[in-house]
């Protein structure tokens, strides 16, 4: 029943080599629905994983796994080294930020604060001690007698985050913390969430369906979707080299052109596709005749008017479309063409650029792209049908 | 100008009609609580009939009413019922509305309408079974027997009350409470119980209110032995009336009053300690 | 103690009530109405003396007239009471609300008796009519239908009025606003626009009333005379006066399916809510 958190800090170092939170083939299924399909993560001491999804891609669900909240169909969970599957929730010693806060609303902030201490049996004296440092810690100083209600969203979401870190939890969960807040305070939250981040060295794993969220504070992005994780690594590398047609869509905008493998060139690869032939980075394992998407995303593509001032390299790809809308971004503009086979494709440039070229719908205009810019997508049998249909033409 | 004139007509059509509808409220109001208040005053009066007004006022009734050992016996059954009534009514239903909300049963809807049963079921039907079964294992006229019977009376009223809190706590703070490393009970105790408090008490006190009220049952299965105040009462408005049942009446209104004021007191508490 | 893993671990909490129920209700009410077809002996006797004794057919159609017309009173005066309720002001609110509950929570019995008094040859409403000089001779308010229905009103317009009032709060008012900006005149307006949004509301609270006044015992037995008896009295004669607990069993599988049949009615027009909240 000994809950406290020194046994976990000692092993920290030891289990280093193994990470602070291991997942081994996780499933959870309601009845016939499978919520979560096989996920496995290993998460590094220190390390800010986010878990990116649409909803009911099962990364909620994954997280209450963790914290013991939804008991596991299948699959195993270790922290620190230390299986935890068996326990129930109170006794895991995790942190968890809930989407709505989940403050008691009949307690004081400090109570709030207070709760998880005293279930810990800490002494009085320094529970006033750590709470006091846990407001200081969340900007709060002097907040410890109000009640929920009488916060505001921002404020409330602080104090939920240092009820979380209070008692020093290995890990620090968080579930959708910033989905109630206005844009401008939800930038600020995830500033000082990446702060308290730097500052504790906690390891924590955060919840989110925006994408924006996950690369400013991530140091890794786990994306969802139906239940498995569909590639996961640095914000990066995600964004530049997807691995699927789902985290190339999700994860910002994507151009997907469809077509199949003529030949590999090195780390290239030539395909036939209706637009016409393209050349593109090969991602993945594809061989000559196998069927692929390539996937470029709309700041990579430029405008060819004329006399390119494109000197850092001349676009191996090149097609023809005429302009069919231009939508003023402030600082860039988007482009939506219409090919010669009638796919539809989006260009974005910069607002200097724009004004230079001072297109219009109806002018037909060349674009090209580096083809170290396109990546040639494997194409799971049968799940691309589904997708193509969401975004293709 | 006929447009003006439209309009104040239509103005003057919605003054008369919020008076109207002032006048009915006010008629309304008197036809609901203007009853109670001739009793209670006539259990003042001085006059040895029920006359209103009463040509004065004096206390000769409730002396009647204390004086009287039959009255004053039948008042302390009534208490000796509704004491163990409503604790057990309220326990059994809070576990019960808890289980319901927190469970999740397969038959959870099914097991809700059948704790809800004996309020949608004719309470004579309920009296005459109660009766016919208590009449064979022995347990008419008994005190036990009485706070049984109540008790599945008031159950439903505590289930529901109960179970109506449960559904606006937000579950997730349960949750927050497990992974800040609280236990079921010490999360039960901490953050549960203090928010549907007051809706317990709520039930506590209707569970009271009921017992101590009822009458159908009782007439049933009481006996000139243990026979709570509302059979007493019974038989004797169904005599000769004089005002010591006004008094006993009032008695009554005036336990209801202080419930509704202590269940008053309590929603008050909570709507500014939650919200 | 892997309470929330496991729903077995609350589902258990659910078991006292349910045993407590199962034993001294729902046993107790399988048994009466078994005596409909054991007693004297097994057969539906009993429903062929129901079904041709005209005096029991009475009553059964008393029993649902009244409960009608107590409906209908109540949903008449309940319904401008609720909506002043709901749109008032916060003080006129909390009067309105403690002159509902103050009668609701009080004794069935006392409000009775104190109908009895108030209608009374001599009493209240007598003196008053008499001193205005609307009627030469007292009027016979009471032991008739007519006191019946004052009194089972007044103490059923409560379940008419929380219903109504819930649903009226929740009523979007800028509905009838832009009705009016529509060109709906006042009362056009009420009927095309607020009042069909107050009808579940209406319809709860109409069944309720009409539920509870099918069973209804303490009130007509005291305020209503020998050719106003309702169904709950007939029972209540023939265990106590007769012992005759064959018919008692079958008058109460009457009574029972009637008010199935109106919760199931409501459940099917206002939807799987129940219609009833407390008391």
Known sequence: MSRSPSPGSTRNRGAMAEGILEIEGLRKQYGPVVAVDGVDLSLKTGEFVTFLGPSGSGKTTTLQIIAGLQSASAGHIRLNGQAIDPLPPHQRNIGVVFQHYALFPHMSIARNIAFPLEMRRVPAAEIRRRVEEALALVGLEGYGQRHPRQLSGGQQQRVALARALVFRPPLLLMDEPLGALDKQLREQMQLEISRLHRELGASIVYVTHDQEEALVMSDRIAVFNHGRIEQIGASEELYERPRSRFVAGFLGESNFFEGRVEALQGELCRIASPAGPLLARRNGDLAVGDPTVVAVRPERLCLLDGSAAGGGGEPENRLEGRVQEVVYLGLSRKYLLRLADGQEVVVRQQAQDAERSGLGPGDLVRLGWRAANANALEVAAGSDEADGKETGQ | MTGGEELSAAGRGAVWWHRLRALICVLVGLYLVAPLVIVLIISFSSAPFLSFPPPGLSLQWYDNLFGNPVWLRSLITSIEILVPTSILATLLGTAAAYGLARSRLP?????????????????????????????????????????????????PYVVATVGAALSVVDARLEDAARTLGASPLVCFRRITLPLILPAVLSGLLFAMVTSFDE????????????????????????????????????????????????????????????? | MQGSLKPGGYGLLVLPACALLLVFFA??????????????????????????????????????VISLLVTLCCAVIGYPLAYTMAHGGPRVRRLLTFVVLVPFWTSILVRTFAWMVILQRQGLINDLLLWLGLTERPLALVYNRTGVL??????????????????????????SWAAATLGAPPLRNFLRIYLPLSLPGLMTGGTLVFIVSLGYFITPALLGGQRDIMIAQLIEQQISNFGNWGLAGALSLVLLAGTALCLALVRRFVGGQAPWGRR
């Open chain 3, 27 to 64: 046993y107790p009410v399988f048994w009466l109405l078994l005596r409909s077809i054991s007693e004297p002996h097994w057969g539906f006797a009993n429903f062929q003396v129901l079904y041709e004794r005209s005096i029991y057919l009475k009553v059964l159609l008393n029993t649902v």
């Open chain 2, 107 to 155: 038959a959870a809807a099914a097991i809700q309408g059948f704790l809800m049963a004996p309020v949608v079921v004719p309470v004579i039907i309920t009296a005459a079974g109660i009766f016919g079964f208590f009449r064979h294992i022995g347990l008419n006229g008994t005190l036990p027997g009485l706070i049984l019977a109540h008790t599945v009376l008031t159950v």
């Open chain 2, 215 to 275: 009458l159908i049952v009782s007439l049933f299965i009481s006996t000139p032995r243990v026979r709570p105040v509302t059979v007493q009462m019974w038989s004797n408005i169904r005599g000769d009336v004089d005002p010591t049942i006004a008094a006993i009446a009032t008695l009554l209104f005036g336990f209801s009053l202080l419930a509704l004021l202590a269940d008053h007191l309590a929603r008050r508490r909570s709507a500014g300690g939650a919200r």
């Open chain 3, 150 to 175: 004052i009194g089972m009103t007044q103490i059923l317009l409560p379940f008419m009025i929380f219903p109504l009032y819930s649903v009226m709060l929740r009523i979007d008012r800028s509905c």
